[in-house]
């Protein structure tokens, strides 16, 4: 008996593939801003992951972006453990557990550009350990929680702290095709502690799915007012052709985003960071529209191209960006 149990772990694990997967994510754009007729092409992201297992209940990624707006980047280097099928450690760098759009990779986007909460309110990676815990209740329950340095990707050599960052997300599966995700998030970027809550849900039924999501980011000793973040969108998928076919499914989809002025909780004199100065206002208020369609030449998420129209609106007096006014984005997804 314990020789036939012997030869049968040993036959599960030459069923185990040890070898490397490779994988990446290239995005070429071309923009168009329409008020001030001026237009550029970018590499947005073209990224390279190695992923994969040196045994059976040990995993590792390391994930680089070569061009991430200009800048190289390392984004994920983490191993991760499964002493269970329901429960997984992970130590490294990593995207942290919070939001729901922030933390769908660039190939898994629905939008050329990314929502505000993604982009500018609610987007972290940290250096950290985490715990992933998943269950059944009736309805299938995930749950996340880890703490993090709070030293971000590249300040990790000479960084000591008495306290550490946290975040925790439970997402619940109901099967009326509805999903909801909550989260929370802790963070020290200076002196002053943030605190972030996000909640959401994604209806997906057919080809058809929708999502809302909200943030509510506070700010210790008033240093500076609370942020209010939205993001609400709808995708229709319509399959077209066959499997000859160049064209495999057109999608057209629509976007609501806002938010309230928002500090990177930095603070700033002159426009320069100044451990003298105070928080000021990074992103103005103002929302957006956007509507578009995407072209995906091979099944989802592996070759998209996507349109998309953004018209931005500010509050008064808020200065709008370079890169955050109207405009006219094509961008070409390519996943391999």
Known sequence: MLLLAFCATLSAQDSISYKPRINGTLRGKYEYQTQEGEGRFEVRTARVSFSGKVMPRVSYKAEIDLCDEGVIKMLDAYTRINPWRSF??????????????????????????????AKQVGNVRDVGAMVGYQFHAGVPVVLQAGLFNGSGLTGQKDYWTKGVNYSAKAMIYLP??????????????DIYTVLMYDAGLTYHYRNFLAEVEYLYKTYARDAYKPVHAVDVFMNYDLPVGNDKSLLKKVSPLVRYDFMTDHSDGMRYVDGAKDKA??????????????????LSLARPFVSDIRINFEKYFYRAGGIAKTSERDKVVVEVMTRF
Do not use: C, W
């Not at 100065?277 to 995407?294: C, F, M, P």
């Open 88 to 117: 997984n450690f992970t130590i490294g760098q990593m995207r942290v557990p919070f939001t729901i759009d922030a933390h769908r990779s660039p190939h898994q986007q629905y939008f050329a550009n990314r929502s505000f909460i």
């Open 176 to 189: 009326i095709h509805l999903d909801v995700e909550a989260s929370i998030q802790k963070i020290r970027p």
């Open 277 to 294: 100065g105070e928080l000021i206002t990074n992103d103005y208020q103002r929302h957006r529209l956007t509507a578009g369609v995407t």
